[in-house]
């Protein structure tokens, strides 16, 4: 198929070379041509603008920053909606606002576009290794068009509803794993406090009822003191903040999210918000 790609991060990269690898077409836009290098050598095309991707593609894919982001790409002067045609299918897998996704997805339809919204979970290491987790809202049938697409870098993808839902459900996403960040760094402390080999304590308790996606894959990784981003503070940030509007909308207080919100913008004004989300752990330094 011809794929349009907009966005080459941390995670879009991977993303695209396994579409790339599995035979498909890519039509390349991103902010800093550079992080696209490594596509365009092995044959994806450079486009100047999301509109001119979109003109040459019948998929397209974006992984951007902020929601604002999001608006601009889709909806901007050069955007991808003005050069979408008929029976085309559009993808936004950023985190972002459900109720954007749901504009997106109005204004599509008024051109006989399928929008959805299927935003990932499982950071750089899930990207590379193509087992992210892909929570898709919007059109059914549009869904199951796309699914092979998806399965080329994810191995948990399931369709949970109507367009927003994808949002929707990563923000139960986001708001399991930011409790569970301060927990994985508080049971590290102990460890280490108590004079204990914190990898040692990993084997036991990784697989036991603490077990979690972020105690297996992060708590090595701040052991090590590797700080690296899989996922950026920043953009945790955004997406607890989005949260926290969506649940006050809902009426629904969450003290363990703001809580952590609170830690992790603390942490940023540390000069912190482009390090990975594992550098909670320098919280308490």
Known sequence: MKIGFIGTGVMGKSMAHHLQKAGHSLFLYTRTKGKAQELL????VWCPTPAAAARQADVVFTIVGEPQDVEEVYLGAEGILTESSKGQIVVDMTTSQPSLARKIFEKALEKGVDALDAPVSGGDTGAKNGTLAIMVGGNKEAFEKVLPLFQTFGSNIVYQGEAGAGQHTKMSNQIAIATNMIGVCEALLY???????VDSVLKSISTGA????????LAPRMVKGDFAPGFYVKHFIKDMKIAIEESERMGLELPGLSLAK?????LALQGEGESGTQAL???WN
């Open 191 to 197: 460890a280490r406090k108590a004079g204990l080999d």
């Open 281 to 283: 752990f320098k919280y």
């Open 262 to 266: 609170k830690m992790y913008e603390e």
């Open 41 to 44: 050598d092995n044959g994806a």
């Open 210 to 217: 603490a077990g979690s996606w972020s105690l297996s894959n």
